[in-house]
T-cell receptor, first 112, second 112 residues
Framework: DTAVSQTPKYLVTQMGNDKSIKCEQN?????MYWYKQDSKKFLKIMFS???????INETVPNRFSPKSPDKAHLNLHINSLELGDSAVYFC???????????FGEGSRLTVL | GQQLNQSPQSMFIQEGEDVSMNCTSSSIFNTWLWYKQDPGEGPVLLIA?????ELTSNGRLTAQFGTTRKDSFLNISASIPSDVGIYFCAGQLTNTGNQFYFGTGTSLTVIP
């Protein structure tokens, strides 16, 4: 059983398109995150949701819109894709006060 | 956001050698985590540390939570080829909505 799963694993698209990445966790955690990893491998937090409520929104363009239909899912929708959006996007989850963060396998987005 | 300084940035070692890397911050963290990322995969949690001065082992890996709570260390003994990857430290500030901040990563290459 995959604890944190995200789809698709690879996404190649043209500039200006809109795309979504889905994430699900079966760990029963109450907090989910989206991280962006650039070509230099820096892991930068984008959003954090706790029990479906937005907790953290780190200076991310409003073309990025997270949606959490329930606490086991956190999807990421990106409008009007730009070349600089090319990166690997990681979903992660944790349980408040547990001190541990678990990652999905990543979704590699390439914008042409 | 918080910036964790991780060093060294990269290491090239012979199989069988020991490895040390560290992570420092200007902030005090309540939790320190160490991850390993293989190519094309998500970061995998290796060790979690919860108390200042704590020393925890996971096989050939040993990590320590610095006594100032602003740093952490990871040692790998008797390295083997499968230790190759990028190692990340992460710190958690529980007064910021369970946000996890990541170090810049240490790329480890083990030469057989």
């Amino acid at each position: 059983d995959t604890a944190v799963s995200q789809t698709p694993k690879y996404l190649v698209t043209q500039m200006g398109n809109d795309k979504s990445i889905k994430c699900e966790q079966n760990l029963g955690h109450d907090t989910m995150y989206w991280y962006k990893q650039d070509s230099k491998k820096f892991l930068k937090i984008m959003f954090s949701y706790n029990n479906k409520e937005l907790i953290i929104n780190e200076t991310v363009p409003n073309r990025f819109s997270p949606k959490s239909p329930d606490k086991a899912h956190l999807n990421l929708h990106i409008n009007s894709l730009e070349l600089g959006d090319s990166a690997v996007y990681f979903c992660a989850s944790s349980q408040t006060h547990s001190g541990e963060l678990f990652f999905g396998e990543g979704s590699r987005l390439t914008v042409l | 956001g918080q910036q964790l300084n991780q060093s060294p940035q990269s290491m090239f070692i012979q199989e069988g050698e020991d490895v040390s890397m560290n992570c420092t911050s200007s902030s005090i963290f309540n939790t320190w985590l160490w991850y390993k990322q293989d190519p094309g995969e998500g970061p995998v949690l290796l060790i979690a540390l919860y108390k200042a001065g704590e020393l925890t082992s996971n096989g050939r890996l040993t990590a320590q939570f610095g006594t100032t709570r602003k740093d952490s260390f990871l040692n790998i003994s008797a390295s083997i080829p499968s230790d190759v990857g990028i190692y990340f430290c992460a710190g958690q500030l529980t007064n910021t909505g369970n946000q996890f901040y990541f170090g810049t990563g240490t790329s480890l290459t083990v030469i057989p």
